[in-house]
Every structure is written in C-alpha cells, then in structure tokens.
Nanobody, 115 residues
Framework: QVQLVESGGGLVQPGGSLRLSCAASGSISAVNAMGWYRQAPGKERELVARATSGGSTNYADSAKGRFTISRDNAKNTVYLQMNGVKPEDTAVYYC?????????WGQGTQVTVSS
C-alpha cells in the first residue's frame, strides 16, 4: 500500500504564489505517476498536472504557463508550484499516485484564492 501526505494549501491573494507538496511512502513502484487534481464546489474533480517517474509531464490548459509540477524521486515527493493564481483556482487539491498496482489519493488540501 501507498500513503500520501499533502501540505502547502492555504489562503493566497490573486496573483500570488503557493507551493503544494505530496510525499509518498509505503510500497512505491519504480514506475509510477504522481499528480495533482482539484475539485471546486459543485464541480467534477479534474486533472491539474501530472508527472511520471520517467520525467514526462502534462498539464491542464488552465494550468499551463502558471503552474509547474516537479518531482524528487529520491524522496518520492511531488510538488506543484502555483504562480499567478486566480480566484477560479480555488478548490480542494488532491494528490494522486498511480502504478501498475493501483491508485491512491491523498486527503486533499484546500487552496483559496481571495483578496
């Protein structure tokens, strides 16, 4: 089993920055993908960004140019650097880990963008 611990959420002003972290522990597979999803009230959960253990990344259109996902494979940790945040980025952000053995979700961290 894999456990995920998220940190870094909070309140930020429009145009500001925030960095989310997600550390994985347990039975980590060498080949995996870790990413961030978000869910706003009344909306479906959606992909924000994802990074594989092999180094490839993909982003939602809404995140391109503003958010950067990175990984420290030695620490089994994935980061989401959020710059130029907007009120529409307000949501609960969930970390996700997936490998051939299955998928695990974090507990979620609230990000609120407001002045």
């Amino acid at each position: 089993q894999v456990q995920l611990v998220e940190s870094g959420g909070g309140l930020v002003q429009p145009g500001g920055s925030l960095r989310l972290s997600c550390a994985a522990s347990g039975s980590i597979s060498a080949v995996n993908a870790m990413g961030w999803y978000r869910q706003a009230p009344g909306k479906e959960r959606e992909l924000v960004a994802r990074a594989t253990s092999g180094g490839s990344t993909n982003y939602a259109d809404s995140a391109k140019g503003r958010f950067t996902i990175s990984r420290d494979n030695a620490k089994n940790t994935v980061y989401l650097q959020m710059n130029g945040v907007k009120p529409e980025d307000t949501a609960v952000y969930y970390c996700n880990y997936v490998s051939i053995k299955g998928s695990t979700w974090g507990q979620g961290t609230q990000v609120t963008v407001s002045s």
